[in-house]
Structure formats: C-alpha cells, structure tokens
C-alpha cells in the first residue's frame, strides 16, 4: 500500500506596497478566529461550506478593508431589500487565494505536497517555522479535482487542541470547525495533496 507523503516545494517571500496602505492587526484577526471557531457570528451570514467566509470575516476584523474596486472585489454586504450580497472572493477559497495574490495584498511564502511524508514541517522546530506575529492563511487542495477547496487562518503558537504530540502554529477554520489545531492539519485530514501558504501583506502592524 502506497503511503501518501508531504514535501516542502518552495517558500517565496516578496514584499509589495502597490496598494494603498491599511492597517490590519494579526492579534485582532487571531482573537476574533479563536472567539467565532467553533460557532457562527450571527452578525454574518453563514453557509454550510463556511471555512472562507470564517477567514474573510477574521481578516475583515483584523482591518483589512472590504474593497468594491473592479475587477478585484472583495466584500460582504447586507442590502435592505434583497439581503446579503457578497463577493465570490469572500465565500471561495480559490477566489480569496487569488484576490490576495491578485492585490498585491498577499505573498505566497509555501507550497507543500505528496512527496516526501517524513519532510512537512511539523512542530516549532522544523526547518520552517511561520511568523507567529503576521496574519497568515492556509488554502488546501483535497485533490477531489476542486483544487483549492478549503481555507483557514492561523491564530496562534501552541500545542494542537485535540493532539497533544503536534506543537508549532495553530490555525482556526470552519465547515467542520475546528479551534487551535496545527497549521498543515496532518492529524485531521490526512486527505489533502497540496497546501498553499499566503502571507498577509502588513503595511502597518498593529500592536494588538
């Protein structure tokens, strides 16, 4: 029986400023993940496929500006006669992916797949640790041929909250809601052939 195995492909790090500059606090966009992981903000609607709507409502509590400026839109509104109406880029994973990148408002700093099991970064002291003190978002492609088909937003550092022998960054995410578990989920979907790694651009950090 074949074994399914992870490796590091790349890691791309470049820092872009061809957007206007905003504020958005990683400590805000984690709290407000870590509050709303395992329960729905009825402030917001929700669906039954939640994981990118989840993250789009972290990074919009963390600042990060709804933008209405086509052809990149990214928002969530509520009109008074028709109801919510948002953007695709809000609610799907590989809009939002490409939205960020698109921007110039996210960087890809990893990509990881099925090559190498003993090699994916695991806990702290792997050979690539992600920024405890950025925002950072996940995209995972479960190789169902939807590609990139879930998200979820990385909070803190920590021990993952259902697997004790798994330490290093935590991320939070919906559709089956999940709080403070390990950033590549080895342990809770063994599933996935290919994780993408997105760097929120900060052009001001806040201090929480």
């Known amino acids: 029986m074949l074994k399914k195995i992870f490796s590091l492909c790349s890691i791309l790090i470049i820092f872009c400023f061809s957007y206007p500059a905003y504020?958005?606090?990683?400590?805000?966009?984690?709290?407000?993940?870590d509050q709303w992981?395992?329960?729905c903000n009825?402030?917001?609607?929700?669906?039954?496929?939640?994981c990118t709507n989840f993250v789009s409502q972290a990074l919009y509590a963390g600042g990060m500006p709804m933008d209405k400026t086509t052809p990149n839109v990214w928002f969530?509104?509520?009109?008074?006669?028709?109801?919510?109406?948002?953007?695709?880029s809000w609610t799907v994973s590989t809009d939002l992916r490409n939205y960020l990148?698109?921007?110039?408002?996210?960087?890809?700093?990893?990509g990881w797949g099925w090559v190498n099991y003993l090699t994916i970064p695991s806990d702290s002291n792997s050979s690539f640790v992600l920024s405890t003190s950025k925002t950072t978002v996940f995209f995972y492609?479960?190789?169902?041929?939807?590609?990139?088909?879930h998200a979820a937003i990385q909070t803190w550092s920590g021990t993952d909250n259902y697997y004790s022998s798994y330490t290093g960054n935590r991320a939070d995410y919906h559709s089956k809601d999940k709080l403070g578990v390990i950033w590549h989920?080895?342990?809770?979907?063994?599933?996935?052939?290919?994780?993408l790694s997105l760097h929120i651009k900060l052009i001001k950090e806040g201090s929480g």
Request: net charge neutral.
């Open 42 to 50: 009825t402030a917001w609607p929700s669906y039954t496929q939640d």
């Open 37 to 39: 992981a395992t329960s």
């Open 23 to 33: 504020a958005i606090n990683g400590e805000s966009a984690a709290r407000y993940a």
């Open 76 to 88: 969530m509104e509520k009109e008074t006669l028709y109801g919510w109406n948002n953007s695709k």
């Open 101 to 110: 990148l698109s921007t110039g408002k996210a960087t890809q700093i990893g």
């Open 185 to 195: 989920l080895r342990p809770h979907n063994t599933d996935w052939q290919r994780l």
């Open 141 to 149: 492609d479960f190789g169902n041929g939807l590609g990139v088909s």
